[in-house]
């Protein structure tokens, strides 16, 4: 049977190409929101970093309705290092709106999440987004989108799929130039026209495939997926089962049933196939998991999601200041919270180590374990975590493999040369070079997944912040050899008090400072960056000696340089191998692993 007042689909896209905004319209043009009802914008980014970063890093579900057809929306992350997000929700759908900017056009994550939506056969509806701006180049992102298509090696029912040109942010589609509508229309149109309307059998025994993981205080864990045979009702016993589990097998009874309408989750009594869904109590239901009906318990297969590149140990706080600002400081609360997060997060792994007080947390990328430390940060979690290292692998030979990433550089003709440079030093390898116009240059890099760890800061600085910088993983390859992450040394603490003026002001003469007066310093915690390359210790609590008898006007007012603030990334990007940042609600402090001086010295005598 098909369903065929319902279309499910998943908008796919690299990051800020415009996904979310193309959501906000499409919720206002169907009428969700009331005529007189201020809505905020991107709407559907409702957690507070989403917010603040301008970045979507959960997939979230939303309905609109277009005539008498029901449109299932699932918007998805663009960023490289939260692909496990969209990798899952595509099996919801029955096709996906590809999203690609008119002047970036096709983009690393744009490949990315193409080659999925082609691996699964899904229908591709492409929408050229942002064609107001002034230089957009439409035709020419046309070309573009075809090639990777061939590239990808698409099917001729996929080639031959339709083209939309959006300005999401003015709010009109058109199918052809120029525009010759005022409004969503056209793509509502081409939705209902082009992506097929999902199939199944309402009387064959159940099955539903969950997706994704939604948490909420009053109810637990909540389940969304798609019903793809059978009808589910409130109170139905159901079998809980998993493809990759087979001794996974539990009977488990549906409380409640929702289905999406608008940013709303609508109480439903029964829900039958091709709905997208959301279950509630059921206390051990995971992503991959399959509900089915008690006499045939058959799971859906679920695809493996990448696995994690990069890899940091969370310990515990151990610092002279440790427990004065945090209000979960223990390795218990520590271990709860990392274990809770794979719950929702199935790109995450975390490992138990030989230390009760350490674990091992791996993921997909810097920013991916960032949002993972901001978020616990804010729930008042105080801990300490390392530099961000690489995962290796063996190949049959026994010969070290590690993860390479391709790296699209978007900048300025005048800057190549020190990027080029620069990426060399990391172990880079150039791939290709492309001049656009208005003296824009895009070069292609093959780079060791490490090369890439603490340089996007770095490469601001060299680029004066017009640079873009776009990585995917890209396969494991052969170890290329060391890389030195850090030219300059840090400036060390020499003693526990707090920082003064005076200690400052002759601290400065060395580098960079990270802090100013009035603030809590312990021994071996690191107050800035040296100008050279080798660690030195400061005493920044020095005070002025007031035995000392001098002229009037001699001592004229201390001036200090404005401290250098480092964010949660920059404070990531910052620490060497032997470097931990201790992260408190209300502080990040680097610190070095070792704080006795002695001690430090030994260990780095050994290493050498």
């Not at 929408?127 to 698409?154: M, S, T």
């Not at 990433?405 to 440079?421: K, M, N, R």
């Not at 890389?483 to 840090?490: K, L, V």
């Amino acid at each position: 049977m098909k369903r065929e007042d319902i279309r499910n689909i998943a908008i796919i896209a690299h990051v800020d190409h415009g996904k979310t905004t193309l959501v906000d319209e499409l919720l206002k043009q169907s009428g969700v929101f009331r005529a007189n009802q201020e809505v905020a914008e991107r709407v559907m980014d409702s957690n507070d970093l989403e917010r603040e970063r301008g970045i979507t890093i959960l997939s979230k579900n939303t309905a609109v309705y277009y005539k008498n057809t029901k449109i299932n929306i699932i918007d998805t992350p663009g960023h490289a290092d939260f692909g496990g997000e969209v990798e899952r929700v595509l099996k919801m759908v029955n096709g996906v709106i590809l999203v690609v900017d008119a002047f970036e056009g096709s983009m690393p994550q744009t490949r990315f999440v193409l080659k999925k939506a082609l691996e699964l056969e899904l229908p591709v509806i492409v929408c050229i987004n942002k064609i107001d701006r002034p230089e957009a180049r439409p035709n020419e992102v046309i070309d573009e989108v075809l090639e990777l298509f061939l590239d990808l090696d698409a099917s001729d029912e996929q080639l031959d799929c339709p083209f939309v040109f959006a300005s999401a942010k003015y709010g009109y589609a058109t199918l052809e130039l120029p525009r010759n509508s005022s409004s969503m229309e056209p793509l509502f149109e081409t939705i209902v026209n082009y992506i097929p309307a999902p199939e199944g059998d309402p009387n064959a025994p159940t099955q539903v495939l969950i997706s994704t993981i939604d948490y909420n205080d009053y109810v637990g864990r909540i389940g969304v997926g798609k019903v793809d045979n059978g009808t589910l009702h409130v109170n139905d016993e159901v079998m809980l089962v998993n493809a990759h589990d087979e001794d996974k097998q539990k009977k488990v009874r549906i409380s409640k049933l929702y289905e999406f309408d608008g940013l709303n989750k609508v109480d439903v009594d029964s829900a039958t196939v091709g709905s997208i869904v959301a279950i509630s109590g059921i206390a051990d239901i995971h992503i991959g998991d399959t509900l089915c009906s008690p006499d045939h318990p058959e799971p859906i297969p679920f695809q493996k999601i990448s696995e994690p590149t990069i890899a940091m140990q969370f310990m515990v706080n151990d610092s002279p200041l440790a427990g004065l600002e945090g209000k979960y400081v223990t390795s218990r609360h520590l271990r709860d919270r990392l274990f809770r997060e794979l719950n929702t997060d199935v790109s995450l792994r975390v490992e138990e180590t030989d230390s009760p007080d350490s674990f091992k947390v791996s993921g997909r990328g810097e920013l991916h374990l960032s949002v993972l430390i901001e978020n616990m940060r804010r729930e008042g979690y105080e801990f300490a975590v390392s530099k961000a290292e690489v995962l290796y692998k063996t190949d049959e030979n026994g010969k070290r493999l590690e993860p390479m990433e391709l790296a699209y550089v978007d900048i300025p003709e005048e800057f190549s040369g020190t990027i080029i440079e620069k990426l060399s030093q990391r172990k880079g390898e150039l791939q290709g070079m492309t001049v656009a116009g208005s003296g824009s240059t895009r070069l292609e890099f093959s780079i060791p997944s490490r090369g890439l760890i603490g340089y996007r800061e770095e490469f601001l600085t060299d680029t004066k912040g017009t640079g873009v910088l776009n990585t995917i993983f890209d396969g494991y390859a052969p170890f290329k050899g060391e890389i030195q992450y850090r030219t300059q040394g840090s400036l060390i603490a020499y003693e526990s008090g707090e920082s003064i003026t005076y200690g400052l002001f002759n601290a400065q003469e060395r580098g960079t400072l990270f802090i100013g007066p009035g603030e809590k310093v312990y021994a071996g915690m690191i107050v800035g960056q040296n100008g050279k390359p080798e660690d030195i210790e400061v005493n920044v609590c020095k005070r002025k000696q007031l035995t000392n008898t001098r002229a009037s006007g001699s001592d004229e007012a201390l001036r200090l340089t404005p401290p250098k603030i480092l964010s949660l990334e920059q404070s990531l990007e910052f620490i060497d191998t032997d470097e931990l940042l201790e992260i408190t609600p209300k502080h990040l402090r680097l610190r070095k692993k070792q704080l006795d001086p002695t001690l430090r010295k030994r260990e780095a005598m050994k290493k050498k």
